[in-house]
């Protein structure tokens, strides 16, 4: 179920190989363990932007159509970007990401929750190049702590796996990742910055932490 509440037509970006790309920002979350809208919180290291303005702008040197996985009501509207609703109550991001694919009208997705602010252009870059080079139906971050499937690229062959998983009842992103879907990764060895653009902020605690980074700028 798709909710156009843009003030531009969307437009289509190649990226340079002939496949169009776009990103999804997964920002559907109740906050629960922060205790109110991570997505609308500043880090002094946003230069100003909110979480989730600062992860649209991420996206948005690279994919042509940037959507706003919400949820299942529609929120954020002041952003002008395009929302994509949940079909399925209380299914996390992978209703999110379902509902991405679904509405998708080129042949790459580059995922990105609204939580993890150190991720960066180079990274997406990176991410895409790799997929295409080996013929890959995802590609991952992989930080110390294992693959990050809130970031990363999904290719449009991805949509069938996800959506009968959603039906099947499993919840967890991962669950559609196997055989005949080919996956890949950025591994710590290949990427010096996996751990810092893995961080994500989930907790109060985590938010306090970054708020220690102080005012420097990202990219």
Partial sequence: MIAVTSREEPRSHDSGNGHAVEGVVLCGGASRRMGEDKASLRPPALAGRTLLENAVHVLDGLAGRVVLACGQDPRYAELGRELVLDSEPGAGPLAGLVAALDGMRGEWLLVLACDMPRADPGLFRALLEKAREEDLDLCLLESPDGLEPLCGVYRKTCGDPARGALRAGKRKVVSFHGPP????????????????????????????????????EMP
């Fill in 181 to 216: 879907l080919r996956r890949g990764s950025l591994s710590p060895s290949e990427v010096g910055s996996a751990e810092e653009w893995a961080i994500n902020l989930n907790t109060r605690a985590d938010f306090e932490r970054e708020l220690e980074r102080g005012p420097e």
